[in-house]
């Protein structure tokens, strides 16, 4: 069983006596984490087959499973490839009979022959090949569960821990638009921000003190915007390519004139003439015709 003491020394907060855990997961689940709590995922839907290997009735429990560090490098290569986050729980409301530590053994008994109440007490045991992911459980048996520590919602189970901050991963940047979504999530609902690096001279992460949660933001904001802006230059000069050589395919049998409608089609051609008209490489010509004006659209001489 895991004492109060025992849960303050691995969230490693014993000068203010708060007690915390830790999730190696995705930057998309943050918000999640804040409203509903950590998600207790199916027994049959994690990375270790043995966990569900015949049990009888896998519906009955859920698994919330967590860890004493953030600067796990192989769980960040694990679980998130260093792009996503690792989200810091307080741990303190949950019963301590609940949340676990996981007992790493050497043998596997089968769960063809436990009760269900045996298959619950094995939930907390795993092979010693995990056993330097340190990791602390917390298992959801629906016939017996406690609704001051665990959150129902259909077939959604959530076990009740506040979110205390977010660790980003040293590439978490390089996917912009998530990352300044998870940043703006932390701006939001106040939570602490931090991010890795790497530490010098050692195989080891630490945290960057540099980071500033706001800075960080506008920062990224920027350069998602310039980005995006890229883009766009480089979109439209591919459709500016692509129109010019629609225009010069129908300059044929020496009609320079293409008629209007057969180039803007929509929106987005008429910008692209605008563009072309900006930069006096084509010119439009208006014919009047028994009171109707028909345009043109001709290439001009370089």
């Known amino acids: 069983m895991v004492t109060a003491t025992n849960i303050i020394e691995i969230g490693g907060n014993t000068s203010e006596g708060k007690k915390t855990l830790y999730k190696y997961t995705n930057m998309d689940f943050i918000e999640s984490c804040i409203n509903n709590g950590i998600y207790a995922s199916k027994i049959d839907a994690v990375n270790d087959p043995f966990e569900s290997e015949g049990v009888k009735y896998p519906q009955l429990y859920r698994i919330c499973c967590m860890t004493n560090s953030p600067k796990k490098m192989l769980l960040w290569a694990y679980y998130t490839n260093h792009r996503e986050c690792c989200i810091e729980f307080d741990v303190s409301s949950l019963d301590t009979?609940?949340?676990?530590?996981?007992?790493?053994?050497?043998?596997?008994?089968?769960?063809?022959?436990?009760?269900?109440?045996?298959?619950?007490?094995?939930?907390?045991?795993?092979?010693?090949?995990?056993?330097?992911?340190?990791?602390?459980?917390?298992?959801?048996y629906k016939k017996r569960y406690d609704n001051s520590q665990w959150d129902v919602n259909g077939d959604n189970v959530f076990l009740k821990a506040p979110v205390k901050s977010v660790t980003f991963g040293l590439f978490a940047d390089r996917d912009l638009g998530r990352y300044k979504n998870a940043l703006e999530v932390l701006m939001r609902y106040g939570i602490e921000g931090k991010k890795c690096k790497l530490k010098n001279n050692k195989y080891a992460l630490e945290d960057d003190r540099q980071f500033d949660l706001e800075i960080e933001l506008r920062k990224t904001a920027d350069m998602l915007k310039a980005l995006n802006e890229e883009k766009a230059t480089i979109s439209i000069d591919y459709e500016e390519s692509k129109l010019l050589r629609t225009i010069s395919a129908l300059t044929i049998d020496g009609c320079i004139w293409v008629p209007f409608e057969q180039i803007v089609t929509d929106t987005n051609s008429a910008a692209v003439v605008?563009?072309?008209?900006?930069?006096?490489i084509i010119t439009v010509h208006i014919q009047e015709e028994d009171d109707r004006k028909k345009y043109f659209i001709s290439l001009n001489k370089s």
Do not use: I
Request: proline share 2%; glycine share 2%.
């Open 97 to 140: 009979t609940l949340l676990r530590p996981v007992n790493y053994v050497d043998s596997f008994s089968t769960h063809l022959d436990m009760s269900l109440e045996e298959v619950y007490d094995s939930l907390y045991r795993k092979g010693k090949e995990w056993r330097h992911e340190n990791e602390f459980r917390a298992v959801f």
């Open 274 to 280: 605008q563009s072309l008209l900006n930069k006096k």
